[in-house]
């Protein structure tokens, strides 16, 4: 018995439900997506909103992402690889799909595009609102020596910023003999102080105060370091 394609003809196997592969992806999708998606994209730091979580955008975040958007058909073995290509108001995304029917292996790729939606995450839409943890109080007698201790503490702060969104001064303050910094990260505030205590043998005092609770009921509290360099 040969058997043949009932919509090209062909009798080159192999076949999936009696049509040859070319003719079943042309009727049969492997996977659905919508045409476009839409992706929170924080707008200071870049991160990307996937599954509830801000991420670094990156090849597997963007998989992820993606991932999360698809429905397959019923097919074995699914597996996807994309490729995404910058365009002026998103991304481009080829979807390299293979995966079995009925034992036989096929292969294809769609498109979609992703557009993105920005908007501040949680730890930038606090910066942005001038939030901050502690104040370093940087005093001393010398201007010139506070304009280098500020660019200290910035430099402490933008290693940070990669892992520590918060890792910024927010605003600064003049004051009779020095700044008040204030800072929206306790830890990246901590590290600079040291790197002050280090470099200058700076006399620090560090204080507390309750300012008010959080949402959920817990205190709020905010940290001073008096810094004498
Ligand atoms: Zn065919
Ligand atoms: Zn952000």
């Given at each position: 018995?040969?058997?043949?394609?009932?919509?090209?003809?062909?009798?080159?196997?192999?076949?999936?439900?009696?049509?040859?592969?070319?003719?079943?992806?042309?009727?049969?999708?492997?996977?659905?997506?919508?045409?476009?998606?839409?992706?929170?994209?924080?707008?200071?730091?870049?991160?990307?909103?996937?599954?509830?979580?801000?991420?670094?955008?990156?090849?597997?975040?963007?998989?992820?992402?993606?991932?999360?958007?698809?429905?397959?058909?019923?097919?074995?073995?699914?597996?996807?690889?994309?490729?995404?290509?910058?365009?002026?108001?998103?991304?481009?995304?080829?979807?390299?799909?293979?995966?079995?029917?009925?034992?036989?292996?096929?292969?294809?790729?769609?498109?979609?595009?992703?557009?993105?939606?920005?908007?501040?995450?949680?730890?930038?839409?606090?910066?942005?609102?001038?939030?901050?943890?502690?104040?370093?109080q940087l005093r001393a007698e010398?201007?010139?020596k506070?304009?280098?201790a500020?660019?200290?503490?910035?430099?402490?702060?933008?290693?940070?910023?990669?892992?520590?969104?918060?890792?910024?001064?927010?605003?600064?303050?003049?004051?009779?003999n020095g700044?008040?910094?204030?800072?929206?990260?306790?830890?990246?505030?901590?590290?600079?102080?040291?790197?002050l205590?280090?470099?200058y043998k700076a006399n620090v005092k560090?204080?507390?105060?309750?300012?008010?609770?959080?949402?959920?009921?817990?205190?709020?509290?905010?940290?001073?370091y008096s810094v004498r360099i």
């Amino acid at each position: 018995m040969v058997s043949f394609c009932p919509k090209c003809g062909t009798e080159k196997g192999p076949f999936v439900r009696g049509f040859c592969t070319r003719c079943f992806l042309e009727d049969n999708r492997l996977l659905r997506i919508d045409r476009k998606l839409i992706l929170p994209k924080c707008k200071r730091c870049g991160k990307i909103l996937v599954r509830g979580r801000w991420l670094e955008e990156n090849a597997d975040s963007l998989l992820k992402f993606i991932l999360s958007k698809v429905k397959w058909s019923d097919v074995e073995r699914p597996s996807l690889a994309i490729e995404a290509e910058h365009t002026g108001k998103g991304l481009k995304i080829y979807l390299n799909v293979s995966c079995k029917v009925e034992g036989v292996p096929l292969s294809t790729s769609y498109e979609t595009f992703i557009q993105y939606k920005l908007q501040y995450c949680e730890s930038c839409l606090k910066i942005s609102s001038s939030y901050y943890e502690v104040t370093i109080q940087l005093r001393a007698e010398d201007k010139a020596k506070i304009k280098r201790a500020i660019y200290l503490i910035k430099d402490v702060l933008a290693s940070q910023l990669k892992n520590d969104t918060l890792a910024e001064i927010v605003k600064m303050i003049k004051r009779k003999n020095g700044y008040d910094l204030l800072i929206g990260s306790k830890k990246a505030a901590k590290s600079a102080v040291a790197e002050l205590k280090r470099k200058y043998k700076a006399n620090v005092k560090k204080s507390s105060t309750l300012a008010g609770l959080t949402k959920d009921g817990k205190p709020k509290v905010k940290y001073t370091y008096s810094v004498r360099i």
